[in-house]
T-cell receptor, first 111, second 112 residues
Framework: DAKTTQPTSMDCAEGRAANLPCNHSTISGNEYVYWYRQIHSQGPQYIIHGLKNNETNEMASLIITEDRKSSTLILPHATLRDTAVYYCIVRSDNYGQNFVFGPGTRLSVLP | DVKVTQSSRYLVKRTGEKVFLECVQDMDHENMFWYRQDPGLGLRLIYFSYDVKMKEKGDIPEGYSVSREKKERFSLILESASTNQTSMYLC???????????FGPGTRLTVT
């Protein structure tokens, strides 16, 4: 699986947009970009995923660059409850490919 | 909404005890997974199951076994618990093997 690189930590003011970057420069054509988050002492929560088009759901937007070597997760109006570790994961749709969680980005939403 | 529940949030067991961790999902998902999460090591896959009575080893199956007698339920068994199995255990399910996984709240197991 392609590896991802994320900043270790980020801060964001409450009510502002949180933009979390992820680099995946060795991504292959059949590999998707997934985002999960994990709030302290809870299980990871699925946020969104995409292949090459930008995606949006009720939680967030995912912007993938045209060359697919990087992506950004956008939380449009961050709240204190969005404080969590955010994981960017690249995974193919081949059978048996499982999610590999790296260290992620620790996002702190500040009042 | 997908709901994945785990039998206990916190569990304390003694070395050598047999431990059962249970996971139930209510979305008729085919696939279920057991991970453990340790500081600095991330999530590591122990076992997964793609159908009733079927199982496959993940990255770290040693010391664990699993059981899936019903589609909605996936059990992780520690035959003889050891202190190095103290960890956070996470169960997940997915509609199909290629789809996103949904996680339960986790069980923090301490083996003394």
């Amino acid at each position: 699986d392609a590896k991802t690189t994320q900043p270790t930590s980020m801060d964001c003011a409450e009510g502002r947009a949180a933009n979390l970057p992820c680099n995946h420069s060795t991504i292959s054509g059949n590999e998707y970009v997934y985002w999960y988050r994990q709030i302290h002492s809870q299980g990871p929560q699925y946020i969104i995923h995409g292949l090459k088009n930008n995606e949006t759901n009720e939680m967030a937007s995912l912007i993938i660059t045209e060359d697919r070597k990087s992506s950004t997760l956008i939380l449009p109006h961050a709240t204190l409850r969005d404080t969590a570790v955010y994981y960017c994961i690249v995974r193919s749709d081949n059978y048996g490919q499982n999610f590999v969680f790296g260290p992620g980005t620790r996002l702190s939403v500040l009042p | 909404d997908v709901k994945v529940t785990q039998s206990s949030r916190y569990l304390v067991k003694r070395t050598g005890e047999k431990v059962f961790l249970e996971c139930v999902q209510d979305m008729d998902h085919e696939n279920m997974f057991w991970y453990r999460q340790d500081p600095g090591l991330g999530l590591r896959l122990i076992y997964f199951s793609y159908d009733v009575k079927m199982k496959e080893k993940g990255d770290i199956p040693e010391g664990y076994s699993v059981s899936r007698e019903k589609k909605e339920r996936f059990s992780l068994i520690l035959e003889s618990a050891s202190t190095n199995q103290t960890s956070m255990y996470l169960c997940a399910s997915s509609l199909s093997v290629n789809y996103e996984q949904y996680f339960g709240p986790g069980t923090r197991l301490t083996v003394t």
